[in-house]
């Protein structure tokens, strides 16, 4: 499933500790 990174989107890191697969990184 696709995720859209919206404005509320701070930089905090928290998805990506969050992510079971570890799909997702700061970049």
Known sequence: ???QI???CV???A???A???G???QG
């Open 1 to 3: 499933m696709a995720y």
């Open 6 to 8: 919206s404005s509320a």
């Open 11 to 13: 930089s905090c890191g």
């Open 15 to 17: 998805c990506a500790d």
């Open 19 to 21: 992510c079971p697969v």
């Open 23 to 25: 799909a997702i990184s």
